[in-house]
């Protein structure tokens, strides 16, 4: 089982730029499918960008081009690049975890099983 923890997030001006971390407990993160979802004020989680435990990534149509998610196995993490931001990328954003055997390639909230705090994003126009 995963504890997942994410930092990274704060204010920023619409254009700049932030990188989001996740780091995982455990010793199976490099099995472990992970996505970056967010959620604003009176919405539901919404799926940001994933990453196959094989490296494969895929991405909501909103941000491509603009963020990047990518993993580091030896250091338990994952990381979302987020670059040239707007105004309605403000959410809190939450890193999931489910493990790849468990995974039904359906990049919803609810396919993933392990779930951190969230770190605020907050961008200003």
């Known amino acids: 089982q995963a504890q997942l923890v994410e930092s990274g997030g704060g204010l920023v001006q619409d254009g700049g730029s932030l990188r989001l971390s996740c780091v995982a407990s455990g010793r199976s993160f490099s099995t472990y499918v992970v996505g970056w979802f967010r959620q604003a004020p009176g919405k539901e989680r919404e799926f940001v960008a994933g990453v196959r435990s094989f490296g494969g990534t895929y991405y909501t149509e909103s941000v491509k081009g603009r963020f990047t998610i990518s993993r580091e196995n030896a250091k338990n993490t994952a990381y979302l690049q987020m670059n040239s931001l707007k105004p309605e990328d403000t959410a809190v954003y939450y890193c999931?975890?489910?493990?790849?055997?468990?995974?039904?390639?359906?990049?919803?909230?609810?396919?993933?099983?392990?779930w951190g705090q969230g770190t605020q994003v907050t961008v200003s126009s």
């Open positions: 999931g975890a489910v493990e790849s055997g468990r995974f039904r390639s359906i990049w919803r909230a609810n396919a993933f099983v392990y």
